[in-house]
């Protein structure tokens, strides 16, 4: 079966700039995962859909950060604009249901910003 | 709230002799505990987890952890390691109520030959 796929693998950006990411889930995995992964640190939860509904997004910088998920499958990660501070890898992982105990992670986006 | 430590940021080991990365965890609720590999470029893969019975379980490729709650913690072992383990390995814990899974700065594995 097909992994988690992200695009664009790498990117470099100025600040204020906008960025945008995305990620196709595995076939019918209902919960869909975005992570934040500074440099030194372990991935930090910024947003959790279930189908196309928001469960968690508190740790969502929501003044420059936004996600969807329109139709319950791919979803999109936008920074607008960006700042030095969000150079990181962006993670999308997927599960069958909320209360799972497994997440399948993508290989990821590498953001930087200068 | 629940919360990780993993209190080495590296940790280099000769290939073929045997490592352990501490983790340490905090939690008010019962918790499920993870172990997450990131080999370099890639995105992070299941090692091994607990969720119940016995406390000490065991990965495809020889690691195994175990799970220790009157000391919180949940160690990984493995008796022999070899070149291909090198990679950053992230220590993980899930409240057994939600699925927000909160992860540990991670410990970088250098295999030295």
């Known amino acids: 079966e097909a992994g988690v796929a992200q695009s664009p693998r790498y990117k470099i950006i100025e600040k204020r700039q906008s960025v945008a990411f995305w990620c196709n889930p595995i076939s019918g995995h209902a919960t869909l995962y975005w992570y934040q992964q500074i440099l030194g640190q372990g991935p930090k939860l910024l947003i959790q859909f279930q189908n196309n509904g928001v469960v968690d997004d508190s740790q969502l910088p929501k003044d420059r950060f936004s996600a969807e998920r329109l139709k319950g499958v791919d979803s999109t990660l936008k920074i607008q604009p960006a700042k030095l501070e969000d150079s990181a890898v962006y993670l999308c992982a997927s599960s069958l249901r909320v209360v799972s105990n497994e997440q399948f992670f993508g290989p990821g986006t590498r953001l930087t910003v200068l | 709230a629940q919360s990780v430590t993993q209190l080495d940021s590296q940790v280099p080991v000769f290939e073929e002799a045997p490592v352990e990365l501490r983790c340490n965890y905090s939690s008010s609720v019962s918790v499920y505990l993870f172990w997450y590999v990131q080999y370099p470029n890639q995105g992070l893969q299941l090692l091994l987890k607990?969720?119940?019975?016995?406390?000490l379980v065991e990965s495809i490729n020889g690691f195994e952890a175990e799970f220790n709650k009157s000391q919180t913690s949940f160690h990984l072992r493995k008796p022999s390691v070899h070149i291909s383990d090198t990679a950053e390995y992230f220590c993980?814990?899930?409240?057994?109520?939600?699925?927000?899974?909160?992860f540990g700065k991670g410990t970088r594995l250098h295999i030295l030959p």
């Open positions: 607990y969720l119940s019975g016995s406390t």
């Open positions: 993980a814990v899930r409240a057994q109520r939600d699925d927000k899974i909160i």
